[in-house]
């Protein structure tokens, strides 16, 4: 027996598009660089937005503006096209018109980066029956401001109203647009080279399709958080934007078995791994490119960038792990220390006032306070070796290219510029003189001087 095909299965079997609206120049954030490339949690508010909307959609298309190269470059490798004029959100989207496809349409903004991926499904699904011609999304903030307005009737939507063309009687309505809307392909075409600019900015707005779709079907709300759908204007709402985010990735580091002493404290970016058991103290910040292995310990007011931490490491207070570091397991990394480029190996430490770059140290080997790898010669970045379970004296300056042997021992205040092999023990002092009763009488004669005036 032939089975009919539901009304829906073609809309359903469509590839689906997600169109990101990228042009703004964000004038309110006072910046030379484009809105959507300021960053929330390490990462450039379109990265967000594309990622998110590439895990839903089939395909992602980012509309810029004329010379935004910087732009185009972080939108990739999702399409891009250019409206050379700013004309309002309609024509914006029309830009993309060529590249609809035959299935579901998805208008996003790249100043909404944290809608979830969530509640992205939830939109197109909203718009999978075969009756519902558009759907939205929208929110209840607790202060409506200045947003469009959502004009519904029995729950279904009619209008959106700008509200700088709002009646008063429509700034009552708490029902804000988010501005995201989801159609078909076709009749979103056709709704796009319906619109005019008879409003009071002269502009294409987009929302002005909703009049259209809701006179030829249902159009749906779809209401998400505030918090997640709010736009970004403004340092200020970026801000707010950051806190929500690192809300998100504090809550789902402790879902995920770390311990965060003092959450509120803790700043992350968006790729940071933290195992199981990793403790974080109050006041540190993860940068991006950082993982921490299980049973690590971040002491308080480190800073992690672009490194390794191994299983039961002990980093901080106070440590600076910069790009290119590997901490192997059970190594200590003390206060004021900095490591760049570096490998600290097995068991290893460096416990006090140290800076170690471009440097490898072996396991188990103990470099004392004050150390420091000398590593750039002013145009070259040169490579320090230190080998296993050797001993690196207090105040130890090793001037790279240099090599110290397994189970060697530098002494205190030792100045290194050669090779050290394997078990020697290095001196790399300039000679002491001690002058007999000098110390005293230069002593008595400063201060007489100092009576004198």
């Known amino acids: 027996m032939n089975s009919a095909s539901h009304p829906d299965d073609a809309r359903s079997s469509s590839p689906t598009v997600a169109v990101v609206l990228a042009a703004g120049l964000g004038t309110r954030m006072r910046s030379t660089r484009p809105k959507a490339l300021h960053p929330l949690g390490g990462r450039p508010m379109i990265v967000h937005l594309t990622e998110t909307a590439s895990r ?33 959100t309609g024509h914006a989207a029309r830009m ?78 708490n029902l804000c647009n ?19 600019a008879d409003n009071a900015q002269g502009e294409y707005y987009l929302t002005d399709i909703v009049e259209m779709a809701s006179a ?29 985010l690192q809300s998100r990735l504090r809550e789902a580091a402790l879902d995920a078995g770390v311990t965060l002493v003092a959450p509120e ?6 790729d940071t791994v933290l195992e199981p058991d990793v403790l974080v103290e109050p006041n540190v910040a993860f940068g991006p490119g950082v993982t921490v292995r299980s049973g690590a310990v971040i002491r308080a007011f480190s800073h ?38 570096a490998r600290l190996g097995e068991g290893a430490k460096a416990n006090h006032l140290s800076y170690i770059g471009d440097a490898s140290v072996g396991a188990r080997t ?51 510029t050669q090779d050290v092999p394997d078990e020697a023990l290095a001196f790399g002092r300039a000679p002491q003189t001690n002058k007999a009763a000098r110390g005293y009488a230069r002593m008595k004669a400063l201060k007489a001087r100092k009576e004198q005036g």
């Open 216 to 244: 030829e079907g249902i159009v749906r709300a779809v209401e998400a958080p505030a918090e997640e759908l709010a736009g970004i204007n403004s340092r200020a709402e970026l801000a707010r934007a950051e806190q929500t």
């Open 56 to 88: 839903v959609f089939d395909r992602v298309v980012v509309v810029i503006g004329p010379d935004m190269e910087d732009l185009a470059q972080a939108a990739a490798p999702h399409a891009t096209v250019v409206q050379q004029e700013r004309l309002g």
């Open 304 to 341: 992690l960038e672009g490194c390794e931490v191994g299983a039961g490491c002990l980093i901080g207070p106070y440590a600076r792990l910069r790009p290119g570091t590997v901490c192997e397991p059970a190594s200590h990394v003390g206060n004021f220390v900095e490591l760049k480029a």
């Open 265 to 270: 404290t803790v700043f992350f970016s968006v």
């Open 96 to 173: 993309a018109e060529s590249l609809f496809g035959a299935g579901d349409v998805a208008i996003l903004y790249a100043d909404n980066p944290l809608i979830t991926e969530t509640t992205m499904r939830r939109l197109l699904d909203a718009r999978r029956p075969p009756d519902v011609s558009l759907a939205l999304l929208a929110m209840r903030p607790t202060d409506p401001g200045r947003y469009g307005r959502v004009i519904a009737d029995n729950g279904q939507v009619r209008r959106i109203v700008e509200w700088k063309d709002a009646t008063a009687e429509e700034h009552l309505v």
């Open 178 to 196: 988010a501005g995201v809307m989801c159609a078909g392909a076709d009749e979103l075409r056709r709704w796009l080279s319906q619109l005019g």
């Open 366 to 416: 103990n470099i004392g306070a004050g150390t420091i790898t000398c590593n750039y010669d002013g145009v070259f970045k040169h490579r320090t070796t230190i080998g296993a379970d050797a001993f690196i004296g207090s105040d130890a300056i090793l001037v790279a290219p240099v090599t110290i042997g397994d189970r060697a021992m530098l002494a205190a205040g030792s100045t290194i």
